[in-house]
């Protein structure tokens, strides 16, 4: 009975630490939170595959951009339209307080705007809810395939990868990556889309009312643009 109880504890000290919940500091499924983000090793490379996956869903992906096109066209052209009501509104409103003979508020025209304007923010919403649900759609086939290669290359790998990594670790690469590459795909690209969009449009409105105050507002970006930078660095220290 002595002989055999050495035998165990000779075994328990070879037994390896890379369990669920064994290991050191950063080697279990807890320790993954405290690991710095990992950038790629080659983003231009990553970036042409990610795109490739891509190339089934392009049918779907026109359909979100020119939803997003148009939704955007419709939400900028509203304020403009918007202020053809306020200009009426102000005008009438002057022209009474001047004691103008015959000066009224014209609310018809007022009220027609404001129709029009519904009008253009409900084709404005139907087109976002449309971009959005074909994205989603879009994401979810994407990460979907993503999962199955995962699948095909996780059953072909030897056991000696297994053993060198811990299950916490593999279970990162296999379910936490494809979230955020999920997320991605259903928030920041819609937003990205959306957003610049948006900022040509808002351009083109701009020169379209008044082009020298576009010009004022278009040289105060760069200045905009090196301060945030300057603060992002410093915030990142």
Avoid: C
């Avoid at 992906?61 to 955007?72: E, K, N, R």
């Avoid at 690469?173 to 690209?189: F, H």
């Amino acid at each position: 009975m002595s002989a055999a109880r050495p035998a165990q504890g000779a075994q328990g000290a070879q037994r390896p630490q890379g369990g669920p919940m064994g290991g050191g500091m950063g080697r279990g499924p807890m320790g993954m939170m405290g690991m710095p983000v990992q950038k790629a090793k080659n983003f231009r490379g990553t970036l042409f595959r990610l795109i490739g996956y891509f190339r089934p869903q392009a049918l779907r992906l026109t359909v979100v951009f020119i939803a997003a096109i148009l939704g955007s066209i419709f939400a900028i052209v509203g304020p403009k339209i918007l202020g053809l009501a306020i200009t009426k509104l102000f005008v009438g409103f002057v022209a009474k307080a001047q004691h103008v003979r015959g000066a009224a508020i014209d609310f018809d025209y007022i009220r027609n705007v404001l129709l029009i304007l519904i009008g253009l923010y409900a084709i404005s919403a139907i087109f976002t809810y449309v971009q959005q649900y074909v994205m989603a759609g879009v994401a979810q086939r994407t990460v979907y395939t993503m999962r199955r290669q995962i699948e095909d290359k996780l059953g072909r790998l030897p056991l000696k990868f297994y053993d060198s990594r811990t299950h916490g670790e593999i279970m990162s690469r296999a379910v936490n990556d494809m979230d955020n590459i999920s997320n991605t795909l259903q928030q920041s690209l819609t937003q990205l889309i959306t957003s610049v969009v948006t900022l040509v449009g808002v351009i083109v409105l701009m020169f379209t009312i008044s082009w020298l105050l576009t010009l004022v507002v278009l040289a105060t970006v760069p200045l905009s643009l090196l301060v945030t930078t300057v603060i992002a660095k410093r915030s990142q220290r």
